[in-house]
């Protein structure tokens, strides 16, 4: 068995291969990259609206709660296939990367809304009552005191969200996009032995994802030396 | 007619507290019944055991705990804490320094004194910066403008939260026992900040347990216990010869250390 | 294409579907024990192990922790056969969700290990306590204290981790929504009541992880 692994190497390894798996890893990157930044910006409005208060914002704030749980509660493959199947039913006819890349980003709004919400939660109470009393709109307490401060606090587990997402987004392999999962299924029915397909795309993802998580604790090893 | 009318407004108190009730749940009334008044330019302290609702009277005033009952009128006319237009209004007349400073600690010194005149009030930066310059100044912080809370000391950052209550030219300051959470070395140089602002005649409701202090500046003494005022009158009186039991009980205590 | 939304005709699937449920509980459940002992036997030896050892256990954690589950799976599930070891999709899904479980379970040990302070176990040790006592009394108590919120976290998210298995054919709950869909096809009805199951299950599972915690261990906390 070893003998023909060893022999299929250089078949497997070829130009087109690679470039095929180069692809589908730049798709990979691509979606967790891209439904990390869209998540990013809805999460945060996400987050600021469930910490409005008062009684006309709870139309709103329970919006807010709402969505976030539901797109954390449930599993990536679930929420894939209803916003495919969504899809299909009212007759828009996405290519299954956008609707890929639909479900990636609701997803990410809804975790990345909780970690925001930590964030701004982490700050003292007495900073929103020393702007209270100092008359601050909730836009300017949220803008001059709030969220300066509670930056900190979710730039690292954003960024390790960002980490473990991009594993997530494996599953879109499910509905044929053609990233890096996709790909090794593609190879693995061409005839390559699985052995060398799939521990070809976990060494892909392990080389994607070690460095950025190397990167990611010298960063919070920066950010905790660091104030301001 | 009108010259009595005048005379008559010339005689009402500048904030007058009027059997103010609140409670922070439900069932524990923190303030029973509150009411005293202060004059314009006087100096008010109350003093009192912790619990006694000495704080939450402060956070009525100022909007941070709502009544259950009462009144609070300044000038003449009430606050309607409910109606949040007024809440603001109410809050440009008041300023407060609590004991935790509350700096905002992502702000210079000099940030945190000019942020709400600036934003808050629109008012010309140029303008502000000087007056905030000043201020800082004052309160012997004026080699400090761009130090960052965590830079300076407890006592510092307390001076800077008093630049910052008075940056918006407030009519009465408040102050929550502004030295109760600072080192004994510390202490002094804050009171000293506050003994200037007292010889300019700003109107003051102080918190403290700085006896002395108290009986420095103020015009008049408030004694508070269990949410209620148990005894009001001129410092000499309260501190000296307390009327009633647990004013005296009060009194042995604070001075025996 | 029209389509119209008939729940009426999905609706007496529900108990399949939970039937399904039970299946997941099954496989996270397991492998969460599974993992725990990995991650048990792990942090001691990441801790306490010789060099050789500490390089191995390190490689394991870092290549499961990095790369994706499902690819994991697909490589047992592909390439078990090869090396003439046939195992059932079940049993697949199981042994690679708890060597994943296993990897990340290690973490939060060793973790957990590095949090208990010197000056707890001095303290013990002056009090004239025994090792075994001082593991009882002191080390124990504050490990368990220390490591259930993150375990119970991890947890939740292998509940919703076993939903891959239907991808190589097992009948848990997302396994099922696939086969009612194959008879009655009508995805977004049974998509959208599976995704209810999941947060039903998930909500469930907080608040007695929750409670749990709170009676066991003292730990506070919230679900929302």
């Known amino acids: ?228 | 007619m009108l010259f009595l009318v005048g005379g008559w407004r010339e005689n009402l108190p500048y904030l007058s507290i009027e059997n103010v009730v609140a409670s922070y749940k439900d069932d524990i009334p923190v303030l029973a019944g509150v009411g005293f008044s202060i004059e314009k330019g006087e100096i008010v302290s109350l003093i009192g055991p912790s619990g006694s609702g000495k704080s939450t009277l402060l956070r009525v005033l100022v909007g941070l705990t709502k009544p259950k009952s009462g009144r609070v009128v300044i000038d003449g006319v009430p606050i309607g804490y409910a109606n949040k237009k007024v809440l603001r209004e109410a809050r440009d007349r008041f300023a407060i320094v609590f004991q935790q400073y509350n700096l905002f600690q992502n702000m210079t010194a000099l940030r945190n004194v000019t942020v709400a005149p600036l934003k808050v009030k629109k008012r010309n930066p140029r303008e502000v910066e000087k007056e905030a310059i000043a201020l800082l100044e004052k309160v012997g912080l004026g080699d400090k403008l761009h130090a960052y809370p965590d830079e300076l000391s407890g006592g510092q950052q307390q001076r800077v939260a008093i630049a910052r209550a008075l940056a918006l030219k407030p009519d009465i300051l408040l102050l929550d026992e502004i030295t109760s959470a600072l080192d004994p070395e510390r202490i002094n140089e804050v009171l000293d900040t506050i003994r200037i602002l007292a010889k300019e005649g700003i109107t003051m409701l102080i918190i403290s347990h700085e006896m002395a202090f108290v009986r420095e500046v103020s015009s008049k003494v408030v004694f508070m216990d269990e949410g209620k005022i148990v005894e009001i009158g001129r410092p000499e009186e309260i501190l000296d010869h307390p009327k009633t039991t647990r004013a005296r009980d009060f009194m042995a205590k604070i001075l025996r250390h | 294409m029209h389509y119209t939304i008939h729940f009426s005709q999905v609706l007496k699937y529900i108990p399949y579907l939970i039937g399904g449920a039970w299946l997941s509980f099954q496989i996270a459940f397991l492998a969460f024990c599974g993992g725990m002992v990995i991650g048990l036997a792990g942090a001691i030896a990441k801790t306490y192990g010789n060099r050789v050892l500490q390089v191995l256990v390190n490689g394991y954690v870092t290549f499961f922790t990095n790369t994706p589950q499902l690819v994991q799976i697909y490589f047992i599930f592909f390439g078990l056969p090869q090396f003439g070891i046939v195992l059932s999709s079940y049993e697949t899904v199981l042994v690679g969700m708890t060597l994943n479980a296993g990897a990340y379970a290690t973490e939060i040990q060793r973790a957990g290990f590095l949090s208990v302070r010197r000056s707890e176990l001095e303290a013990a040790e002056t009090l004239g306590m025994s090792f075994l006592q001082s593991v009882r009394y002191v080390i124990l108590p504050h490990l368990s204290k220390t490591l259930y919120p993150p375990f119970s976290n991890l947890y939740i998210i292998m509940t919703l981790g076993t939903s891959m298995a239907a991808i190589f054919g097992v009948e848990e709950l997302t396994g099922r929504a696939f086969n009612v869909d194959a008879i009655t096809f009508r995805p977004v009805e049974i998509f959208s009541i599976t995704a209810g199951l999941y947060i039903l299950i998930t909500i469930a599972a907080s608040f007695i992880l929750l409670y749990l915690g709170r009676w066991l261990f003292r730990v506070k906390g919230k679900v929302f």
């Not at chain 1, 599993?75 to 007759?91: D, E, G, S």
């Not at chain 1, 964030?119 to 803008?143: C, M, P, Y």
Request: net charge positive; aromatic share 16%.
């Open chain 1, 1 to 228: 068995m070893w003998a023909s692994l060893l022999e299929e190497i250089p078949r497997f390894f070829t130009y087109y291969n690679l470039i095929f798996l180069l692809q589908a890893g730049a798709r990979t990157i691509g979606l967790s990259a891209i439904g990390c930044i869209i998540g990013f910006v809805t999460g945060f409005f996400l987050a600021i609206m469930r910490v409005s208060r008062g009684r006309s914002f709870l139309p709103i704030r329970l919006f807010s709660i709402n969505f976030v749980e539901f797109f954390r509660r449930v599993p990536f493959l679930v929420t894939l296939m209803l916003v495919f199947f969504i899809c299909q039913a009212a007759n828009l006819q996405f290519s299954v990367f956008t609707v890929s890349m639909i479900t990636v980003c609701l997803i990410a709004s809804g975790f990345i809304a909780e970690i925001v919400r930590a964030g701004i939660e982490s700050v003292n109470v007495t900073q929103w009552e020393a702007a209270d009393v100092l008359n601050f709109t909730l836009a300017e307490k949220l803008r001059l005191v709030i969220i300066p401060q509670a930056w900190k606090v979710i730039l690292a587990p954003v960024f390790s969200f960002f980490l473990s997402f991009i594993k997530d987004t494996a599953l879109a392999s499910q509905i044929g996009v053609i990233e890096l999962t996709y790909s090794g299924k593609v190879l693995n029915n061409k005839g390559f032995s699985a052995i060398l397909v799939f521990g070809t795309i976990l060494i892909m993802y392990f080389i994607i994802s070690y460095p950025l998580a190397l990167f990611g604790r010298w960063m919070e090893r920066k950010f905790a030396i660091s104030k301001h």
